[in-house]
């Protein structure tokens, strides 16, 4: 079955410990994204991938890195988690073949508090 | 500061009734917008995209407008059935940036 994955589903962890959370796609897909999604404000993307070893910015990055080592995992990581980060995240991907983005494919979120 | 903007929170409407959600963005190089819905508990999935070339796009109960000089985008549902009830969300696509809307909480009554 063609799915995004991500892992844990669920995390409370406390100020500072440093965490990561795994992101796994099946597609062969080339794009891969990292959202965080917070009421009010939709969804906000944190860094993005276009190929194996290209990542980039998107809107909120601060507090975050991402790494791209292989083309099926894009793992967030969180090097000193604050309270503003508890967050619901999102990992997604497509395929990008074209250099557009297109439609991207979610994972089922992983909800993160931070106390 | 919020590029692609969804003004109502929630919306709702009787089983068979349309339903009209609406989206407007601030920045006139999108070329590319989408819809995806979200189901509680669930990742959003793909409803139906249209390109800047278009100015409508058809997909079986759902249609998407563009209006370019307005900068609005709107979707429609004919007819609304209880199980479109989900939150959607609307994106601009720059080619390797996604920018979403807050969203739009649809509930369909029957």
């Known amino acids: 079955e063609a799915q995004v994955t991500q892992n844990p589903r669920y995390l409370i962890t406390v100020t500072g410990k440093k965490l990561t959370v795994t992101c796994s796609q099946n597609?062969?897909?080339?794009?891969m994204s990292w959202y965080r999604q917070d009421p009010g404000l939709g969804l906000r993307q944190i860094y993005y991938?276009?190929?194996?070893?290209?990542?980039d910015k998107g809107d909120v990055p601060e507090g975050y890195k991402v790494s791209r080592k292989e083309k099926r995992n894009f793992p967030l990581i969180l090097e000193s988690p604050s309270p503003n980060q508890t967050s619901l995240y999102f990992c997604?991907?497509?395929?990008?073949?074209?250099?557009?983005?297109?439609?991207?494919?979610f994972g089922p979120g992983t909800r993160l508090t931070v106390l | 500061d919020q590029q692609v903007k969804q003004n109502s929170p929630s919306l709702s409407v009787q089983e068979g009734r349309i339903s009209i959600l609406n989206c407007d963005y601030t920045?006139?190089?999108?070329?590319?917008f989408l819809w995806y819905k979200k189901y509680p508990a669930e990742g959003p999935t793909f409803l139906i995209s249209i390109s800047s070339i278009k100015d409508k796009n058809e997909d079986g109960r759902f249609t998407v407008f563009l209006n370019k000089s307005a900068k609005h985008l709107s979707l429609h549902i004919v007819p609304s059935q209880p199980g479109d009830s989900a939150v959607y969300f609307c994106a601009a696509d720059t080619g390797n940036q996604f920018y979403f809307g807050t969203g739009t909480s649809l509930t369909v009554i029957p």
């Open positions: 997604a991907s497509s395929l990008g073949t074209s250099g557009r983005t297109d439609t991207q494919y």
């Open positions: 920045n006139s190089m999108f070329d590319y």
């Open positions: 597609m062969n897909h080339e794009y």
């Open positions: 991938s276009m190929n194996v070893e290209v990542t």
